[in-house]
């Protein structure tokens, strides 16, 4: 299993930026997919960006224009760069790697960092 490891959170005032960090253990570029997940208090988890094996990006409607997922395969990280913050931004955020196998895809998780957006 991969390890992933989330930094890069904190607190901060809407309209102000962030940059989160994820740190995997194996190569990232032998996943399908790697993304991130936000879990705002109360809610469920929800898939906010990916990007694919081969570049890639999807986003959640909420932040598109805001953020942007990135990737530095040489160093195994995946970023979120979360600019324009808003309160509803604030959640938990959980960095994924998605494996395809056999027709089935398996998601490893890190253990999240937390943004926390307000005035």
């Known amino acids: 299993q991969v390890q992933l490891v989330e930094s890069g959170g904190g607190s901060v005032q809407p309209g102000e930026s962030l940059r989160l960090s994820c740190s995997a253990s194996?190569?990232?570029?032998?996943?399908?997919?790697m993304g991130w997940a936000g879990q705002a208090p109360g809610k469920q988890r929800d898939l906010v960006a990916s990007?694919?094996?081969?570049?890639?990006?999807i986003y959640a409607d909420s932040v598109k224009g805001r953020f942007t997922i990135s990737r530095d395969t040489a160093n195994n990280m995946v970023y979120l760069q979360m600019d324009n913050l808003e309160p509803d931004d604030t959640a938990v955020y959980y960095c994924?790697?998605?494996?395809?196998?056999?027709?089935?895809?398996?998601?490893?998780w890190g253990q999240g960092t937390r943004v926390t957006v307000s005035s």
């Open positions: 194996q190569s990232i570029g032998k996943f399908y997919e």
């Open positions: 990007i694919t094996r081969g570049g890639g990006a």
């Open positions: 994924y790697a998605d494996q395809l196998y056999g027709g089935n895809h398996y998601k490893d």
